[in-house]
Each structure stands twice: as C-alpha cells, then as structure tokens.
C-alpha cells in the first residue's frame, strides 16, 4: 500500500524558472493538501482541494498554483521560483468523513532554488 | 501571534528519561487535539488523537488537554532512542471543516 506517494523527491531550481510538484494517494481520499515546512515555523497550509475539480487558497498561496484534474492527484505548481520558496513540500490527505481531520502525509519534496 | 505555539526546543534526554512536550493556542474553538511525529527526512505520522480536555494513554505515550488554559501535553515515558524525533502539535475545529492548525514542532533526541 503506497498510500502518498510525492515526486521528485529533490529538485534544485535557478531563480525564475518553473516546476510541478506532483500528489498521488491511492487512499480514495477526497481531501488533498499542500502544505510547506520552514525552520521553526511548522506546517503552514499552500492550497488545498476538497475534491476532484476543486482548489481553494491556504494560509500561504501566494506564487503557487494547483489542479485537481483526477481524484488520486493533485499538483503544484511555481511558475517564476524565487529563493524564498526554498523548502521542504509535503503533500497529504484524508476522508471527507474524518471525524477530526487526520492527516496522511506524503515524504516530502526538498526543493532549493538559486 | 500565531495561533498554536510550540517551543521547537531542541530538547535532548537519556535513555529512560520522561520527555514533557506542549503547546497553548489562543482560539477556543478548537475542539480536537493531536500529535504527530515526524521522522527525520519523513513526512509526519499520527501518534495520538483527544477530543475536548482529559487525558489519554497509549503505552508509553499521555496527552493531556486543558481547555480551560489552552494548554496541550504530550508525555513520553521510559524514552527510547527510537523516539527520537519532531514532535507537532495539531488542533482542528468542526466549523472549519477541521483544517489542522499546527505548532512549529519540538524536535527531541534521546541520548542512548
């Protein structure tokens, strides 16, 4: 059971150019999540789908997109990286019923950008 | 002021030592309390769940929620060098379709 699956694993970027970080789980999950994780400050939420088709703003959206074109996948996206979205990527997900929202994360992508 | 404060220590035990780790939040709301531990280079795993304030056990693990003071424990006894790691804290509320707030994570070594 793969559960989340992230690629690539590491990326490293020159300022300006572009990428696509993708999200599989084989969960059946309707709820997916993109969050990053920096030193000292956490988790903070990027954007989020609550199904297929969907894509809503988190707590740090800015310079970032996302697509939810299948249920099992959701990706994101820098269009012009800058040095300060040098971090760790986790992608996650859950049900919808999930009495509490548990999370399933992915390993992580380490991304640097020059 | 963020909304889930967590001391990222790091912290540093021996073996067989109790580890005590909290956070306090500001919104009263919240409902659901947990923790997750993450693995150095790995993605955080659910350890354990409460639902309002009291405690629950889970072998060597207890949390304790104190709603009264927004205050949340998590109490490691008889530590292991296994358990070394980062410890999040995460808080969710029903009307927010549980979106999980969480703490910056206290990142814990158990000296063998």
């Known amino acids: 059971n793969a559960g989340v699956t992230q690629t690539p694993k590491f990326r490293v970027l020159k300022t300006g150019q572009s990428m696509t970080l993708l999200c599989a789980q084989d969960?059946?999950?309707?709820?997916m999540y993109w969050y990053r994780q920096d030193p000292g400050m956490g988790l903070r939420l990027i954007h989020y789908?609550?199904?297929?088709?969907?894509?809503a703003k988190g707590e740090v959206p800015d310079g970032y997109n996302v697509s939810r074109l299948k249920k099992q996948n959701f990706l994101l996206g820098l269009e012009s990286a800058a040095p300060s979205q040098t971090s760790v990527y986790f992608c996650?997900?859950?049900?919808?019923?999930?009495?509490?929202?548990?999370?399933?994360f992915g390993e992580g992508s380490r991304l640097t950008v020059l | 002021q963020k909304e889930v404060e967590q001391d990222p220590g790091p912290l540093s035990v021996p073996e067989g030592a109790i580890v005590s780790l909290n956070c306090t939040y500001s919104?009263?709301?919240?409902?659901?309390f947990m923790w997750y531990r993450q693995y150095s280079r790995k993605g955080p795993e659910l350890l354990m769940y409460t639902y309002s304030s009291g405690n629950k056990e889970d072998g060597r693990f207890t949390a304790q929620v104190d709603k009264s003071s927004k205050y949340i424990s998590l109490f490691i006894r008889d530590s292991q060098p296994s358990d070394s790691a980062t410890y999040l804290c995460a808080m969710s509320r029903r009307d927010n379709d549980y979106k999980l707030s969480f703490g910056a994570g206290t990142t814990v070594t158990v000296r063998a």
């Open positions: 789908s609550v199904g297929e088709g969907t894509t």
């Open positions: 969960m059946n999950h309707e709820y």
């Open positions: 996650a997900s859950r049900f919808r019923g999930g009495s509490y929202g548990e999370l399933f």
């Open positions: 919104n009263s709301a919240f409902q659901y």
